[in-house]
C-alpha cells in the first residue's frame, strides 16, 4: 500500500520474509525493540584524489617552472641526469626547489591542460619528450620556445644526449638565456 512517494507500507510477512535473522541483535535472541536510535558520528570526509592526479614529482614547484623529461627507464631522472640538471639549474640562478619535475612515462595518457592547470606552470621544458607527446596543439622543434596557452615551452633531447654533446649544450643554454632572462 502506498500512501504517497516518499511512505511505502509493506505487509508485516513481507518485512519478516525480507529480513529473516535479526536486524539489531541483544544479548539475549528474542526480537529486539529499540526506542530511541543510538546518535551515529558523522564519517569524516575522504580525500579523494582524481585518478590523472601527478603525484610522482621532484622539487617544490615555488617559480612555477615544470621539467617534463622522457627517460628510459620511467621514473624521474637518475644520478647523473639529475646531476646535470642541477647544473643548468644553477647556471640559470634557480633551484630545485623553484621547478617541479615530472617523468612524462609516468603520466603518459595525462594531456597538457591537466598538466599546466596542476602545476599552474608558467614555463615548461621538455627533455627528450615532444609538443605531440603531451597533445600539444602545435608541433615545433628542438630549441624553439614556443608560447602555447600562456605558456612557454622549450622542447629540447632528453638530459644524457645534451650533457654528452657540447653543440647540444650551447644550444640549450642559448633557449634558457631567453626563456629566464639570464
Known sequence: MVDNINKI??????VADLYESLLVETEH???AIKSEP?????????????ANEITLTLGQNRKNILVIVKNEPAGL?????????TGILQ?????????VVISLQDYASVGYKIILNQFNSKQVILFGASAADL???????????QTVAKTQFLSAPALAAISADK?????LWVCLRRLFNV
Open 9 to 14: 507500507i509493506l505487509p508485516d510477512t513481507l
Open 29 to 31: 535472541s528474542g526480537p
Open 38 to 50: 543510538e546518535s551515529v558520528a558523522e564519517p569524516e570526509p575522504v580525500q579523494i584524489k582524481p
Open 77 to 85: 631522472p637518475g644520478e647523473n641526469d639529475l646531476a646535470f640538471l
Open 91 to 99: 647556471a640559470c640562478k634557480l633551484e630545485l626547489d623553484d621547478i
Open 135 to 145: 597533445d600539444l596543439p602545435v608541433l615545433f622543434p628542438d630549441f624553439q620556445v
Open 167 to 171: 653543440l647540444l649544450k650551447s644550444k
